[in-house]
């Protein structure tokens, strides 16, 4: 049923996905030549650079499949394996999400005064967040196969 609290977590997760899209991952000032550089999900934002090269959109492209396949795990509520498999996907498109991030974060930071350290911005650690709304969402989902299991053994 959509009203389970795996619903909820997985409700969650797209969320976090879909507002990782708007926010900034990550951002370093340089003092001296009031240069700077913003990491978001589709790209750099630099101001009095050259932004480094590189296909940046692949952030934007996992955190969607992640919110999608989130949303599609949602109404699998009667397949409860499928959404095992669902769950399962889900987990290697944020741990590619968080790496193309902490990829491209490191990009940045060679590209502007190595000296100077950037700062990670909230929206970088919406992964980590998801991952872990993504393990309990399938906590939750092996323990109701479980109960179902369970119920048929007793018939």
């Not at 989902?141 to 007793?154: G, N, P």
């Amino acid at each position: 049923m959509i009203q389970r609290i795996q619903s909820v977590f997985l409700a969650l997760l797209a969320l976090c996905m879909l507002s990782l899209l708007a926010l900034p991952l990550w951002h370093k000032l340089d003092p001296l030549t009031h240069h700077e550089l913003t990491l978001t999900a589709f790209g750099y934002q630099a101001s009095g650079l050259a932004p480094p090269p590189g296909p940046v959109w692949v952030i934007a492209a996992l955190a969607s499949a992640a919110a999608l396949v989130a949303l599609v795990e949602i109404f699998q509520f009667r397949n409860r394996p499928r959404q095992l498999q669902l769950g399962a996907l889900n987990l290697l498109l944020l741990v590619g999400t968080f790496g193309a991030a902490f990829y491209f974060v490191g990009r940045g930071e060679v590209n502007l005064n190595i000296q100077l350290e950037g700062q990670n911005q909230p929206a970088f650690y919406l992964p980590t967040l998801a991952m872990l709304l993504n393990l309990l969402a399938n906590r939750f989902i092996r323990r109701d196969e479980q109960l179902v299991r369970s119920a048929d053994r007793l018939r």
